[in-house]
């Protein structure tokens, strides 16, 4: 089910630390999270929710915390622990005061990654979208890309010692 939309309260409480009051609003993830279009991403990942069950997290929620994941080079639980006691990331996912405790299991970050699926090139295009609008990707570094396939897992087998003890005892066994 479609999480609920998050309605900001607007005002003072007197018992909240509002996070706009304590954070420095020129900061680079305060700017990064104004200029993401985060109602476009919302509509285009809306049809990956059911009609039923328990109401979902928030898409800005979700979708921050695996932006932050990646900018930092953090795991699962590296980001949520970060998020309890930044009020940057807790700025950049959308809370509008300090929160002590993180509201959520780390696991969804897993489940929401498959649930993406093959929406993850959203991201990548709002991120080139946010670059290009900011001045930090020129129109001319598009003409060219290029594709580095180191990372792509390749067929190849080292021997190690396991391998080799197999490979003796299967030879010792076939001679016998």
């Known amino acids: 089910m479609r999480p609920k939309q998050h309605e900001t309260m607007g005002s003072n409480d007197l018992f909240r630390a509002r996070l706009d009051q304590i954070i420095n609003i020129k900061h680079e993830l305060v700017q990064l999270a104004g200029a993401i279009d985060w ?25 921050g915390l695996l932006l932050l994941k990646h900018i930092y080079g953090l795991s699962d639980e590296g980001v949520c622990e970060r998020w309890v006691y930044d ?15 993180f509201a959520h299991e780390r696991s969804d970050l897993s489940h929401w990654r498959k649930r993406l699926g093959d929406k993850l090139e959203l991201l990548l295009a709002e991120s ?6 900011s001045g930090a990707l020129r129109t001319r570094d598009l003409k060219r890309v290029t594709v580095d396939t180191t990372v792509q ?4 087998s080292f021997p190690t010692d396991a391998k080799l003890l197999h490979a003796a005892i299967n030879t010792k066994s076939q001679k016998l």
């Open 39 to 63: 109602d476009w991403i919302d509509g285009e990942i809306a049809p990956l929710y059911s009609e039923k069950g328990r109401p979902g997290i928030e898409t800005r929620f979700a979708i």
């Open 87 to 101: 009020p940057y990331f807790q700025h950049f996912t959308g809370e509008e005061f300090f929160q002590h405790e």
């Open 128 to 133: 080139l979208r946010v670059a290009h609008a």
């Open 153 to 156: 897992p390749k067929n190849i």
